[in-house]
């Protein structure tokens, strides 16, 4: 047998019918790379999932999806679950039973989730401050290394929150604020997010704002009579509300009503040891309107489902793989029937049966064998991109 | 001597076709044309002088081989070394270029390497039979012609000692077989070997050494 006349037969053959090739090639990579890219994001997805939850012992929030609530409370995603008043985070604080950080994860900028949370967050997470500095005032924010990348952010710039309502004149209205840190790296949400103190994510609500004094009025202005020593003031559509705090406005900023009627989002319990971690789950057990869930136990019920779903999934993938191997053999077979001629003719010309077994088997496993490299590549580009999917799949 | 057949016997399976030959010859150096009705035997007696076929009696001895007696694997490589075959619908593989068909003997043979030598060859033959312009392109692209004088370039670019051409000149216009014949016999003359052509076409025989009839060669059972 001449080893190298079957490798170039072979060879010449697949070029001249590389659409075959290819098609098989491609058919044949799908049957590697489908199951095996599936397995490689569900198993990225569980070890960033559980990673972050198992790292977060108890979470609060309003009564509902205690899924939704996870993943707004510590993936910073699901805006719309329903809030809960700051009393109650307050209330958890002042049992002295655990520490509370409360989150508000409702707003984003830019497609970036604004978090307004304490600087708590920030030692509990142990983020840590690359450029910049840490928030001290209202209308500053720290974005997460994600962000300033994808952005081009450093410290000294603005990010403008994303209008919720554009049409909607007593809406939220954007809020302009000062980038004054970039967090290091986490490999987490946290890179993902825009983080502001709490009191700056109530004024993107338009639960606090800030306008120009209203102005007094001369006696010869009045146009109705008033008591003597009465003041009044000229309170119209004039009056501008400030869509940025700066140092200059800052102080005329101010809150309406009870600020522990306002919402939060979530609040990450952080209990010193079982006992008192036992202790608040049974506080919380029969809360009304409340719930407290622990993420990691939330992650196992997801990934019960998940993995019975992906079961069912790679078993239909594992049929279509074996209806396309079957199919692929078909093509295979059915082609060395169509060159039964060819065959015939290399035989007349000297060619023994080895080398035409060889050169079947060649193209064979070049096909086989192509499709392997281009699934492994498949698999190291999904490997690649799988943060931007689950960044994707989580919304 | 380079061919001699000796009470050569073969049938079809299933068909009441019989081919019963006493003997014949051809020597070294001589070319014959093969003829007869279709139908007759000359394909089969070709194949099984090559060794394609097997004789269920008798002997094929090719240039002092007994062929038939050889195991498969041993004539396919004898016939590598010893026979250009050039048959009648050119057996040219679509997927390589017309200078590849002709080289293509080397490389599925394990004893036959391709050497510059048998590339020049290739060259030398493609210029003499007309074809040099087309060697890097497919069969298809070719004319009937072209294409049976790239399958003759493949069965003399080895240097056989014997040419067994089946009917190269069926399906060519008289130019054509004009070319193919020259081409076929100026070579086997050049290079000294001996050439066995199949063909109907009467106005080709006297260029040939010797005409031998089937039909006579199974009637009479004798040599011609």
Known sequence: MNTRGVLFLGLRYLQRNRAKTLLLVAAFTLVWLLPAGIGLIVAKVESQLRARAGGTPLLLGQAGSPLELVFNGIYFTKPQVATLPLREVDAVAETGLADVIPIYARYAAGGHRIVGTTLDYFDFRQLEIAVGRNLLRLGECVVGASVAERNGLKAGDAVISTPETLFDLAGVYPLKMTVVGVLAPSASPDDEAIFVDLKTAWIIEGLGHGHDEAEDLGEEEKIAPTIPGDTAVRLNASVLEYNEITPGNAERFHFHGDVSDYPVTAAIILPPDARNQALIKGRYTKAGGLQLVSPAAEMDELFATVFSVQRFVLTLLLAIGIATVAIGALVFLLSYRLREDEFRHLRHLGADLATLRALVAFEAGFVILASLIASGIGMALIHTIAPVIIREMMG | ?224
């Open chain 2, 1 to 224: 001597m380079m061919i001699h057949c000796e009470n050569l016997r073969f049938t079809y399976p299933a068909e009441s076709f019989q081919l019963a030959i006493e003997a014949f010859s051809v020597e070294k150096g001589e070319s014959v044309a093969l003829i007869g009705p279709s139908g007759c035997g000359k394909t089969t007696l070709m194949n099984l002088l090559s060794g394609i076929l097997s004789p269920d009696g008798g002997q094929v001895i090719v240039n002092g081989v007994v062929v038939n007696e050889l195991p498969m694997a041993a004539r396919q490589r004898f016939r590598l070394g010893t026979i250009g075959l050039v048959p009648q619908n050119f057996e040219l593989l679509d997927y390589l270029t017309i200078r590849e068909n002709i080289l293509v003997p080397c490389r599925v043979s394990s004893q036959l390497r391709l050497t510059g030598e048998i590339e020049a060859r290739c060259g030398d033959l493609a210029e003499r039979a007309g074809i040099a312009a087309h060697l890097d392109k497919f069969p298809r692209q070719l004319s009937q012609g072209e294409r049976q004088r790239a399958a003759l370039c493949r069965g003399l670019v080895t240097s056989p000692p014997l040419l067994l051409a089946d009917e190269p000149t069926g399906n060519l216009d008289p130019e054509n077989q004009d070319k193919i014949v020259s081409l076929l016999l100026g070579e086997a003359a050049r290079i000294g070997a001996s050439a066995l052509m199949i063909t109907h076409d009467p106005v080709l025989l006297p260029r040939f050494d010797r005409v031998v009839e089937v039909m006579k060669l199974r009637q009479k059972g004798g040599a011609a």
